[in-house]
């Protein structure tokens, strides 16, 4: 049996929720970082799973909106890497130390 | 470029000079001397010419839709104004020792030049935005000079305080100015300038309903910038914290910017807007007369009464603002002429005082006058000036206000109730500075101290200003003589 | 420029001199002093022979329709009075020549005499309210820096500032008086009012309530109950400042000025009456405070007092009304003549006072004097002179112009039973202080090496003793007011009045003779009827109370509550808000988290 649109959400939104928790829960700032990707997918994936059911009668849509927004998000992501590690690493090099708890001084 | 734009930019000059890394205080000096000089000129030229009009008129256009003029000129009362500004930045530059504690005192004789320029800037501004715009020129080195080279521990909140009281002040000062703005500038041609915003005489674009509700902010404005009770508690300690030449500054000075706007701006655009407050304001300025003369009574540092006694004065002024005739408003330019140079002579000798002693709690000293002779008889004429006594320029001022409340005045109304209770301050001042005065510099010597008398460097402005105080008492005609009909003219 | 005007203003510029240039050169200082005084005195000769009327004006100060000038005006009681000011100035100076020979202050001291002089004549010279006040507050200030000569004297510095707050609250009413007349008439020239108040009618209330508040400016500077307080405690001023401005011309400046404004008296019956019955009031309290006093001073302040009171009751009846119609002036000269003869017997006693004083190393205590009209006869002969002059025995002086005021009390019999009580208490105390000082034995070792004081202090005692015979008589008094305008006393009362001068002056000698201690002593008369105790617990508990109360309420309401509150309540709701910025980036994602769902939940619900 094909899956419907519900499973694909259901994955996604399974992805999304352990990518959060993740975010919220982990204390080493490089395992957020790969939760905050897991996040970025799930989204993908229910843009991707939207596409494929856009047309009202299970059908994909017209165009390739939806993989061409899939392609820019992974895109961005690719170059928030970069960006991000090379943060991390410069944050590592100052405080030597990557877990969150430890890095308050935004603290008002 | 006339006379009046060289007195306010002559210490601009002087204080982007210093900052250049000119010598600070033959700078400031030279400033000072220069500003006497020329505010002496200016005044005698309005003496001849009279001071109902305005004289030396200058003005650069900035913005033609709304109009804004960077414009100045005096008529007799600015130039009364301009007098005490120059003669009180002259002594406070004077007075100002080298003990600056840190630096070349580069910072400190900055923020005096400012202070004097947005004063002088202030009184002679024709344009709103101008007039409120350089007196906040001259409140931020205030701030400045009280945290930075303040007495005492607290001088750090104290400046906290004051920047936050007087900030609001004047932000609702701003409020009624920009609404004054708005609803009185003439249709389709939005301007800054005073005398284009005032009314002509007979029709008020206005309805009495609105010229009340725009005169409060003014009025709350003002009071706070003058510390109108209820807006009074940032004055004493203000003055206790603040060095001697900013106590003399501000309180001989740029405080009486808020009275200047009521005579300039509030009173002559909102006439029927203060008919409706009058009532309040009695009693606001009665709370200065009789509630904080008695707070002072109750002091026991000298810095603060004396701080506290400049509020108390405010009082008789707005008394004679209120009297809405040209006695009292005669009366009430005059008085600030006295009590500037009177508060800012009390706040040079406290100053030295403070420089000599360990402490100003009144009740620790005792028996002064032998040690320091010229600081004793020196402080009894600033005492029996503050006092208002005959003599001085400060008697004229409150005679003239008492008589102005009873001009015409068959039955007793409001005024002269306020009036008669405002006599009361009289008695309630010579209390204070008495009990003071007996208690410093008169009876037993207390401890064993013997302090230096006021040192040669101080005693040319001391005796300046008791001379200027002397002089303008026993001719106060000098002063009154610019402002024969400030009422009818404003 | 007019006499007038060089003799007011000429001892300013003796002060202004001292104070500028010479202080460092005391002896010149005071020969300065001395000599403006002289000159004075000499133009005043000349002033007094003169046709009177104005002298001159100067515009003091002028605004948006306001006037007040400084001009002179010249009556009969202006002449009598600026002849006493002078010739007792000038005597007071040559006195104190001798007196503060080797004083300190030296200088200073002749400054304020200087200044006083000025503003004296000031205020004798007034021809408005205005410029009357001015010199009145300035009398006040002269008085001060006097009284507070030996300033580093704590009693002395505590005397001075009593003595200028009580004048100040006296003022505080004459200034309201002022205001009250010239908000009604719009005049405060004296002759403009009186013309005013001829042509015009006013609410009989308001000129009652002005004609009170004007009062109260004589009630401060004569030192009238309730605010008498001052004048005791001024004593602590060198003697010959007791002489010239506590005896015969600053605190007599109250009862001049009530002369010079009789008609508004007349027109405001009301206070006529108060005025009379403060000074009954005064007069007789005075007087018996003065029994029990042991200080030869205070004694004399209070006997001055006293003759206050009489002079200020007799004014008061200007406006008494007898069968229909006002005394009118003829009361207020019979003030003015009880005035001008004072100025001399007082004047000469402080004088003498001071001579023994002077004469017993500064030993002010009359139980330790005694005997000492053998070491010093001109001195005792003169003070024997005044005091007789002040006990009212004819041909003296005080006999006459106490006639006169007795002849005004006659309209009122309790008052007159008050001034026939004062007349024998007055006998009774001066003659108390005679015995003990002058007759009996030596009762200390300054009063047996007192000797004869110098001729420049003699020489006034002299003069002035010869002024308190004369004063009483016609021609020394005549050219100034007519006898025909002063009021003749009825029936006996001469006699009666004699007879009780002489009976006090027995009864005081009998009692103290020899003794070493008050035969009788009456604590609450020692203690002056705890006046002073009760206005000191009055200050306390009223002016300080509420002065503390008003700070508290300053600092605590207005600063603590409203000013400090406001900034306390910015603060406080800063801090809860920062609990939000834990800097803990999971904290932040986590409230992110939930904002995102409150938001979605919220459109949903918005959505339908």
Redesign the interface.
Known sequence: MMPSLNEYLMVSGLLFAIGFAGVLMRRNIIIIFMCLEMMLSAANLSLVAFWRFGNGQGMPAQGYDAQVLVFFVIAVAAAEVAVGLAIIVALFRARCTVHVEDLNSMKG | MTIIDLIIIIPILAAVAIGCGGSARVLALAAAWANLLLGLVVFVTLVAKGGDEMHFKSSWVLLHSPELTLGFAVDGMSGVLVLLTVIVTFCAVRVSSGDLGKGSGKLYYISLLLIAAGALGAFCATDLFFFYAFHELALIPTFLMIGIYGNGREKVATAW?IT??LGVGSLILLGGLIALYVSLSPPGAPTFDIAKLAPSPGEHPLSAEVQKWIFLPLLVGFGILVSLF?F???AAPAYAAAPTPVAMLHAGVLKKFGLYGMLRVAMPLLPEGFEAWKGLLLVLLLGNIL??G??T???RYLDRMIGNSSVMHMGYIFLGIACC???G???AV?MMFAHGISIALLFALCGSLRERLDTLEISRLG?L??SMPFLAVTFGFAA?ASIG???FAN??SE??I??????????MGIL?VA??LA??G??IS??YM??AY?SI?????IGERYPADLAQSMRLPVVLMIVILLLTGF???II?KL?????EVL | MSIAFIILLLPLVAAASILLGIRKKANLSAYVSVASAGICFLLTLGLIRGSGGEAGAFTWLSVGGLELKIALEITGLTRGMILVVTLVGLLVHIFSLGYMRDDAGKARYFAGLSLFMFSMSGIVLADNFAMMFIFWELVGVSSYLLIGHWFQKNSAAEASKKAFLVNRIGDFGFMAGILLLWGATGEIGFSALRETLEVQTFDPSLLNWAMICIFCGAVGKSAQVPLHVWLPDAMEGPTPVSALIHAATMVAAGVFMLTKVTFLIIAAPVAASVIQHVGALTALLAALMATQQSDIKKILAYSTLSQLGYMVMAVGFAGFLHSGEAVGAVASNAGFFHLYTHAFFKALLFLGAGAVIYACHHEQDIWKMGGLIRLMPVTAITFLIGTAALAGLPPLSGFWSKDAVMAVTQNSTPLLIVGAITAFLTAFYMSRLCTIVFFGKARSQAAREAGEVPLMMRAPLVILALGAVIAGFEFAYGWFIAPADLPHPHGALPLVLTIIGVAGIVTGYLLHRGREKDPIRVEVLVRKFYIDEFYLFLVRVFQDGVAYLAKAVDQLLIDGLIVRGSARLTVGVGLLLRGLQGGNLQRHVFLFGVGIVIVIYLITIALG
């Open positions: 305080k936050i009281y209820p009074h508690s940032w509630y904080v008695l707070v009574i109750s002091q005739n040209s006695i408003w005669g009366g005059l028996g006058g032998g029996f006594l005959p003599g008697f004229a005679i003239t008492f008589f102005a409340a009873f001009k015409d005045a068959g039955e002269q009036t008669i006599l009361w009289v008695v010579a209390v008495l009990r007996r510099f008169q009876g037993e010597l001719f106060p005609n009154l402002l024969p009909n400030l009422f």
